[in-house]
């Protein structure tokens, strides 16, 4: 009888536990089902090869949109992009709707192409910002590492585009209204040459000045938020605070969080968690 019992109770705790996991799956699936996914939607091409964004636009959408630069070391690594919808659920939850940003990859393409790259992607996204339901004048950039120094060229050297250009996307600005960069590399006249690690690193030093974020601060940048961990052994928080001490000088809006104990790239969860609480926040006031 004893058996029984236990093995009753054992089968209520399975059912709980099942229960439990499902609505937490169901909640997962719903989230997911609620954003609009456009996938692999091309932006240029070269090479023979094709450069893309993909594009998750929630249910309420709002009309602002986050240009995500999907880059690490910039390495601009594919991956399926339902499997992302987690990392952006707060600006989606906001109304914000998200542009993952690939730009053409190192080994084969340098820390140059890929600025001309994403430049070219938000162009392209303000050229079609009606297909995606986006004011094109609602437009922030966010990215971590590489991603944020690609942030940086975007939000502090835009242009207005060139009206002679033959291509109707070159005709069209790359500016943005607002950054977020996570533990941005700025000067990168001290890291280019031949790296192992960093094979984008290695092109031509005399290019180095004209894509490194901190030689283009001046007082018409867009309102920058700069987060870094004091504890990032690989881009050390003096290059974080050097830009946000710059734009301060500018009399650029600009704020910098210190993550105390945050290492490069917030592995602990709690780190990545409370940064991207302040970057959703950020982006809400700003756009």
């Not at 939607?41 to 023979?48: A, S």
């Not at 030689?215 to 290059?239: E, M, N, Q, R």
Request: net charge neutral; charged share 20%.
């Amino acid at each position: 009888m004893k058996n029984l019992l236990r093995l009753a109770s054992l089968c209520v705790c399975l059912a709980l536990t099942v229960t439990v996991a499902g609505s937490a799956l169901a909640k997962q699936t719903e989230a997911k089902s609620k954003v609009a996914i456009t996938p692999d939607v091309v932006y240029g091409h070269k090479e023979g090869m094709a450069l893309f964004y993909d594009v998750f636009k929630p249910a309420k959408a709002n009309g602002s949109a986050v240009l995500f630069m999907v880059s690490g070391g910039w390495f601009s690594r594919w991956q399926a992009p339902e499997s992302r919808v987690e990392a952006f659920q707060g600006l989606l939850d906001g109304g914000i709707t998200v542009i993952a940003v690939h730009h053409g990859s190192a080994p084969r393409f340098k820390v140059p192409e890929a600025v001309a790259d994403v430049r070219r992607a938000v162009r392209h996204v303000r050229l079609n910002a009606k297909t995606y339901g986006v004011n094109p004048d609602r437009m922030g950039v966010w990215g971590g590492s590489a991603g944020g120094h690609l942030s940086l060229m975007l939000g502090l050297a835009s242009d207005a585009g060139d009206p002679n250009a033959t291509d109707p996307v070159e005709r069209v600005s790359d500016a943005v209204k607002s950054v977020v960069a996570y533990y941005p590399p700025v000067d990168l006249r001290q890291m280019v040459g031949p790296s192992e690690r960093f094979p984008a690193l290695d092109f031509d030093a005399k290019l180095a000045g004209d894509i490194s974020p901190i030689l283009f601060v001046d007082a018409k940048d867009p309102p920058t938020f700069i987060i870094h961990g004091d504890a990032d052994t690989l881009v050390p928080i003096a290059s974080g605070q050097s830009i946000h001490d710059a734009l301060k000088a500018a009399s650029v809006e600009t704020q910098m969080l210190v993550i105390q104990g945050g290492d490069h790239g917030f592995r602990n969860p709690e780190h990545r968690a409370r940064a991207n609480a302040a970057m959703v926040e950020w982006f809400a006031k700003h756009l």
